[in-house]
């Protein structure tokens, strides 16, 4: 190959090497972007990136949301009050209370396993002290319905009334169990549970331990008697003594136990692990059951407290639940916390219940159930109690520390 060639190659590489690199910085600098479309859910594609959230609106009753396909692409955040949607839960305290009850006034009473006092949490968040009493290593606390009083329980067995506002303490038989106030909270009811079943009864004491009176022989049925005094004073407790009905598995009467100790009704239950709460005005309560036809979970109902043997004046609510996940606002209007996944077996035993619980609205007198609050952080719900004017719900989670969901 000649020079001259040789010269000719080197002058049209260098050009060549010369295009490509103006090429190049003419495509990334210059040149518009091409537009790439990614098809993501029916009806919404985006420009190269992730679909936007969309607007979702919350279910009622046992209906799930729904979602918003506009494509406006409006994210959601958790409200401060419940909507029915993901709502904002605020931590009262940091560690394990128990027994948290609505005072006369409003706040929330509760008592602080970790010194051994009771205490009060204000509409301020304020903390104060119900008494410089204290009362180390409680293993039960029994409120009255002002939280005035309280019977608190031992493990060594021994039991003790307190005062809030005499600060007077009276002790009481340590074979004493299963307390239940008065509405007017000068009385108590409880069963005393001897040795031997002949000594064993429902019993009534003044809060200041005079003038007890046995009401009613228990014998070998102590078992099955639980003691729940209606807030009317027409019902003391229930015995589960009343037997199959009909000869249908799981259905049996529930004996109302009336002030002189005598049945004065009995409710038709369908299944087993009967428990309730009353009504405000004591003339209807709400109970669970595992139910016997569903695999043994919950099944919360809705009865009168004067009994009904034909099982007409009974209603079942829309949502499958635990009792104690429930409070009573009004009469007529139930708040609770209700598992997202029941399993068969979890009516019978609660600890089997693994899921988190979302707040419902219950209208009693129709059974029919709407979604209120999707807490934020997942939850578990017990020992529900509501504000006197109904702002506020509170609530402890599994690990005992109590929390509050604002509701208006």
């Given at each position: 190959m000649s020079d001259r060639t040789k010269f000719f190659l080197k002058i049209a590489g260098f050009a060549a090497v010369t295009g490509i690199i103006a090429w190049a910085i003419y495509a990334v600098f210059f040149q518009k972007a091409v537009t790439i479309l990614t098809t993501t859910t029916p009806g919404t594609t985006t420009?190269?990136?992730?679909?936007?959230?969309?607007?979702?609106?919350?279910?009622?009753?046992?209906?799930?949301?729904?979602?918003?396909?506009?494509?406006?692409?409006?994210?959601?955040?958790?409200?401060?009050?419940?909507?029915?949607g993901e709502t904002i839960t605020t931590r009262l305290t940091n560690t394990a209370i128990s027994s948290p009850t609505v005072t006369a006034d409003g706040s929330v009473a509760y008592y602080d396993p970790a010194d051994g006092k009771f205490y009060t949490i204000d509409a301020n968040g304020n903390v104060v002290a119900m008494s410089q009493a204290t009362f180390p290593k409680a293993e039960a606390v029994t409120f009255d319905a002002g939280a005035t009083s309280a019977v608190i329980e031992f493990p060594d067995g021994s039991n003790v009334a307190y005062d809030f506002s005499t600060a007077k303490q009276v002790t009481l038989p340590s074979h004493w169990e299963d307390f239940s106030f008065s509405a007017t909270g000068d009385s108590i009811a409880a069963k005393s549970v001897g040795t031997d079943p002949s000594n064993r009864a429902l019993v009534v004491t003044n809060t200041d331990g005079t003038e007890t009176k046995v009401i009613a022989s228990l014998g070998a049925n102590d078992?099955?008697?639980?003691v729940s005094w209606s807030p009317n004073n027409t019902v003391l407790g229930f015995s589960a003594t009343g037997g199959s009905i009909g000869g249908s598995f799981g259905r049996q009467?529930?004996?109302?136990?009336?002030?002189?100790g005598s049945a004065s009704g009995a409710l038709i239950v369908d299944g087993t692990s009967f428990h309730n709460i009353w009504a405000p005005d004591g003339k209807h309560l709400l109970y669970s059951v595992a139910d016997s036809e569903n695999g043994y979970k919950a099944a919360l109902w809705y009865a009168d407290s004067k009994g009904d043997r034909a099982g007409e004046s009974r209603k079942k609510m829309a949502v499958s639940t635990l009792v104690s996940k429930c409070t009573f606002a009004t009469n007529t209007i139930v708040y609770c916390g209700v598992p997202r996944e029941m399993s068969p077996g979890d009516g019978?035993?609660?600890?089997?219940?693994?899921?988190?619980?979302d707040l419902y609205k219950i209208d009693v007198s129709t059974g029919n159930a709407t979604l209120v609050a999707v807490p934020a952080v997942d939850t578990k719900i017990f020992s529900p109690s509501i504000s006197s004017d109904g702002t506020n719900f509170f609530y402890t989670d599994a690990s005992g520390r109590l929390n509050v969901i604002h509701l208006k």
């Open positions: 420009n190269g990136s992730l679909p936007s959230a969309n607007t979702g609106t919350p279910g009622t009753g046992t209906t799930g949301g729904t979602t918003n396909d506009s494509g406006t692409g409006t994210q959601l955040t958790p409200s401060s009050i419940a909507k029915g078992d099955k008697v639980s009467e529930i004996y109302l136990i009336g002030p002189d019978s035993d609660s600890s089997r219940i693994t899921a988190d619980d």
